[in-house]
T-cell receptor, first 113, second 115 residues
Framework: AQSVTQLDSQVPVFEEAPVELRCNYS??????LFWYVQYPNQGLQLLLK??????LVKGINGFEAEFNKSQTSFHLRKPSVHISDTAEYFC???????????FGQGTRLTINP | NAGVMQNPRHLVRRRGQEARLRCSPM?????VYWYRQLPEEGLKFMVY????????ESGMPKERFSAEFPKEGPSILRIQQVVRGDSAAYFC?????????????FGDGTRLSIL
């Protein structure tokens, strides 16, 4: 069965510093990869997705992620974070041909002034 | 608001009661997914429905839980005889094609508390 591991449960960073949130998935078959952000008491909002093609994908709010097939990773990065980026971030994967998303445990990003 | 609408936002039930959670998908979407988020955990898939059909219920508990998506009206997740362990946030998502490469759009969730 497909699984997703987010290696850090919490990541504290200072404002304007760069950040990387790590995500690894288990499947060796072709997959689609997603990053979602969840603000307190809200649903999930799509940040970006990898379907095929270029391994570097750009999303909203200045975030980007790189798909690495050999390492089965899809790490999320932002070169300079803002206070407003404080939220929970979820990596998710779906197998081609399957509709359901498998989520990681989430990474809580805290931005300190 | 053309987004995914869930209601109620908060629901309190006593042990043994029934909980009904509603989800109206985005306009034009006919594929609905339900996920459960336990405290401090990620979302876990429960069920995938298309109008009037359950497509995948592999994540649904075998007892007390059921889901429907009628031809008219919202999708309903029903939990009978609730227990404390059912306390969680329940999220609904929708998509237009049901294909894995189409992003799912999420509602704000229903937070279920069992007394």
């Amino acid at each position: 069965a497909q699984s997703v591991t987010q290696l850090d449960s919490q990541v504290p960073v200072f404002e304007e510093a760069p950040v990387e949130l790590r995500c690894n998935y288990s499947s060796s078959v072709s997959v689609y990869l997603f990053w979602y952000v969840q603000y307190p008491n809200q649903g999930l909002q799509l940040l970006l997705k990898y379907l095929s093609g270029s391994t570097l994908v750009k999303g909203i709010n200045g975030f980007e992620a790189e798909f690495n097939k050999s390492q089965t990773s899809f790490h999320l990065r932002k070169p300079s974070v803002h206070i407003s980026d404080t939220a929970e971030y979820f990596c998710a994967v779906s197998d081609q041909g399957a509709q359901k998303l498998v989520f990681g445990q989430g990474t809580r990003l805290t931005i300190n002034p | 608001n053309a987004g995914v609408m869930q209601n109620p936002r908060h629901l309190v039930r006593r042990r043994g009661q029934e909980a009904r959670l509603r989800c109206s998908p985005m306009k034009g979407h006919s594929h609905v997914y339900w996920y459960r988020q336990l405290p401090e955990e990620g979302l876990k898939f429960m069920v995938y429905l298309q109008k009037e059909n359950i497509i995948d219920e592999s994540g649904m508990p075998k007892e007390r839980f059921s889901a429907e998506f009628p031809k008219e009206g919202p999708s309903i997740l029903r939990i009978q005889q609730v227990v404390r362990g059912d306390s969680a946030a329940y999220f609904c998502a929708s998509s237009d094609t049901g294909l894995g490469n189409q992003p799912q759009h999420f509602g704000d969730g229903t937070r279920l508390s069992i007394l």
